[in-house]
Each structure stands twice: as C-alpha cells, then as structure tokens.
Nanobody, 118 residues
C-alpha cells in the first residue's frame, strides 16, 4: 500500500511564493519518479515538475525559472518551491509517485489547493 499526503497549498497574491510538500508512505521502491501535476476546473491535468530518485528534473515550460522541485529520498518526500506566482497558476496541485519499467503505475495524493489572486 502507498499513501501520498500533500500540504502547503494556500491563497497568495500574485508575485508571492509557496512551498508544497508531499510525503509518501508504504511499500515504495527505491527507483521511482515523484512529481507535481495540477488540474484546474474544466481543464486537463498537466505535469508541473518531476524528479527522479537520482535527482534528474523536468519542468513544464510555463513554470521554468519560477518553480523548483526537490526531494529527500530518506524521507520519501518531494517539495515544490513556487516563486513569482501568477493567477494562471491557480489550480489543485497533485503529488504523483510513478513506479515500474515494463508495467508503470501511478499513485496520487488527494490534492492541495493553490489560489493566486491578481
């Protein structure tokens, strides 16, 4: 069993910052990818940022230079530092854990709301 618990979502003004955290628990393989997705009402879920257990990162073009993803493998925790927030960043942010090579499986947190006012 795997559980992902997110925290850190809040209401902030444009230009402000937030730090999201996601702690994973359960039977987690050491080789995995953790990341953050977001989904606003009426829109498709999109990748925000991802990081492998080896530290390789990937960012959506819309957040490059503003967001930074990091992880603590010992704690099975992933973080997302969000700076220079814009109203279009408003969304529910979901933590993701991806495991497997020949049979990929995704685990999801329940989401944390980020609202950026203009």
């Amino acid at each position: 069993q795997v559980q992902l618990v997110e925290s850190g979502g809040d209401l902030v003004q444009a230009g402000g910052s937030l730090r999201l955290s996601c702690a994973a628990s359960g039977s987690i393989f050491s080789g995995n990818v953790m990341g953050w997705y977001r989904q606003a009402p009426g829109k498709q879920r999109e990748l925000v940022a991802a990081i492998t257990s080896g530290g390789s990162t990937n960012y959506a073009d819309s957040v490059k230079g503003r967001f930074t993803i990091s992880r603590d493998n010992a704690k099975n925790t992933v973080y997302l530092q969000m700076n220079s927030l814009k109203p279009e960043d408003t969304s529910v942010y979901y933590c993701n854990l991806r495991v497997g090579i020949t049979a990929v499986r995704d685990y999801w947190g329940q989401g944390t709301q980020v609202t950026v006012s203009s």
